[in-house]
C-alpha cells in the first residue's frame, strides 16, 4: 500500500514554512494524542504518522531529500541516516524526541506533550545519553553524487549483565515532590529526582569494568547516508547512534557528523557551479582544437573555436554540483587561457618577428568581445 504524503498528514503545501509544519504537526498530535484518545487504535496510528511526518519535513536536509525522492528517499542506501526511514519509532521514541513541541513537562496530556502514560497520572522521564559529533571529508565528486561512508566510532554502551532496581528516592517516579511555603500558603512542586535523574532506576549490579552508570566504551562501525549536494560545514544526524545512557528505558545519544569539504587540486567550487582554468597552447587558440576536460560527473569532450581569445568563459549547464535545497543544478564553467609563449628558439622569434607587423596579429576587439568582468556579469545575471 502506498504511503500518505507527508505534507498531505499535516494539512499542508509543500511551500509551508517551518513555523507552518510545527503549527501543523502540533495541531495534529493534539487530535490524536492518546491521553485524548484512549483505546483508539486509529487516533494512535494517526499520531505516529504526524509524528514521522513532521521527523522528516522539520529537518531541511530530510525535507529535501523528501521532495526529491519521495518515500523512496529513506529506503535502502538512499535513506538518510538515521530518522524514521519508514516508520518504526515507538510510542516512547516520539515522546523523548518531539515532547519540546508542547513545552515539555510530565504528567498527562494536560500537562504536556512528554507525559503520555496511556491514562493520565505521573510519568518517569526517559533518560537521553550524551550526543557525539564527527567530522567527515568529502571530496567534490562524492559530493556531486552522494556517498555512504562508514566510519568507526568509540560509543558508550551498557555493559553486558549491568542490572538496574527501582529508586529508592524517588520510587521510580523519577520525580521528587518538593514543598515551600509562600505568602499564599504552601505550594508543592515537583523536580528531577536527583539520584536517579529522572529515569526512575540506579545500579543494581554491574561488570567488572563498566563504570559507576553500568557503561562500557565499544568500537562500532556505523554507515552515513549522505545526501548529494552538501557543503562545508553541513551538520546531518545519525539517530540512536550517539552515547547510550543507563537505565532499562533509556535511549541513546545522536551522532552528529559534519561535513568538510575536501580542495580539489583543479577545480573550484562556488556554490554549486564549478570553476575550471584550462589553457591552450598558442596554436590550438589559433587554429581550434578539441579538449577532454574532468568534470566532477565524469570527462567532456569540448571543443575550442579557431581565434579564441584568453578569457572566454564555455558554460556546460547542468555539469555542476545539485543543490541540496533542490533547487536544480549548477554549471560547469571552462575558463580558457591561452599559454603565452617564454622561452622561443631562433626560429621562432623570427616568425613572430615577422607576424608582428601582420595586420591579423594587431589586437582588433569589437564590441561582441565583452570584457572579463562583462562575461562574468552576464553568467550570473
Known amino acids: ?44 496510528e494517526n499520531f505516529k504518522k504526524a509524528a514521522e511526518a513532521y521527523e522528516v519535513l522539520s529537518d531541511e536536509n530530510k525535507r529535501a531529500r523528501y521532495d526529491q525522492y519521495g518515500h523512496a528517499g529513506f529506503e535502502g542506501p538512499q535513506g538518510g541516516g538515521g530518522g524514521f526511514g519508514g516508520g518504526g519509532m515507538n510510542m516512547d521514541d516520539i515522546f523523548s524526541q518531539f515532547g519540546d513541541i508542547f513545552g515539555g513537562g510530565g504528567g498527562g496530556f494536560g500537562g504536556g506533550f512528554g507525559g503520555f502514560n496511556g491514562g ?36 558508550k554502551v551498557q555493559a553486558d549483565g549491568v542490572t538496574y532496581k527501582t529508586c529508592t528516592t524517588c520510587n521510580g517516579s523519577g520525580q521528587q515532590m518538593r514543598v515551600t511555603n509562600t505568602i499564599l500558603g504552601r505550594m ?44 562545508e560545514g553541513v551538520q546531518l544526524k545519525v539517530g540512536g547512534k550517539g552515547n547510550e545512557a543507563p537505565g532499562k528505558n533509556s535511549i541513546p545519544g545522536d551522532l552528529l557528523v559534519l561535513i568538510e569539504e575536501i580542495p580539489h587540486e583543479t577545480l ?43 578569457g572566454k568563459i564555455l558554460r556546460l549547464k547542468g555539469k555542476g554540483l545539485p543543490s541540496i535545497e533542490r533547487y536544480g543544478t549548477g554549471d560547469f564553467l571552462i575558463h580558457i587561457n591561452v599559454w603565452t609563449p617564454q622561452e622561443l628558439n631562433k626560429e621562432q622569434k623570427q616568425f613572430f618577428d615577422k607576424m608582428s607587423d601582420s595586420e591579423n596579429f594587431r589586437p582588433s576587439p569589437n564590441k561582441s568581445d565583452k570584457s572579463f568582468f562583462e562575461k562574468v556579469k552576464d553568467m550570473f545575471s
Do not use: W
Open 1 to 44: 500500500m502506498a504511503k500518505q504524503d507527508f505534507y498531505e498528514i499535516l494539512g499542508l503545501s509543500k511551500s509551508a514554512t517551518q513555523a507552518e509544519i510545527k503549527k501543523g504537526y502540533r495541531k495534529m498530535a493534539i487530535k490524536y494524542h492518546p491521553d485524548k484518545n484512549p483505546d483508539d487504535t486509529a487516533a494512535e
Open 120 to 155: 493520565g497520572g505521573q510519568r518517569q522521564a526517559r533518560v537521553k545519553g550524551s550526543n557525539m559529533r564527527i567530522r567527515v571529508k568529502l571530496t567534490l565528486e562524492e559530493i556531486a553524487k552522494g556517498v555512504e561512508k562508514k566510519v568507526k566510532v568509540r560509543r
Open 188 to 231: 508543592q512542586t515537583a523536580t528531577t529526582c536527583s539520584t536517579c535523574s529522572g529515569a526512575g532506576e540506579i545500579i543494581n549490579s554491574k561488570p567488572a569494568g563498566a563504570d559507576a552508570q553500568g557503561l562500557i566504551v565499544k568500537e562500532e562501525t556505523v554507515s552515513i547516508n549522505i545526501p548529494e549536494g552538501v557543503t
Open 268 to 310: 573550484k567550487r562556488e556554490g554549486t557551479n564549478i570553476h575550471y582554468d584550462l589553457y591552450v597552447n598558442f596554436s590550438e587558440a589559433v587554429l581550434g582544437t578539441s579538449k577532454e576536460v574532468d568534470t566532477v560527473t565524469g570527462k567532456v569532450k569540448i571543443k575550442i573555436d579557431a581565434g579564441t581569445q584568453s
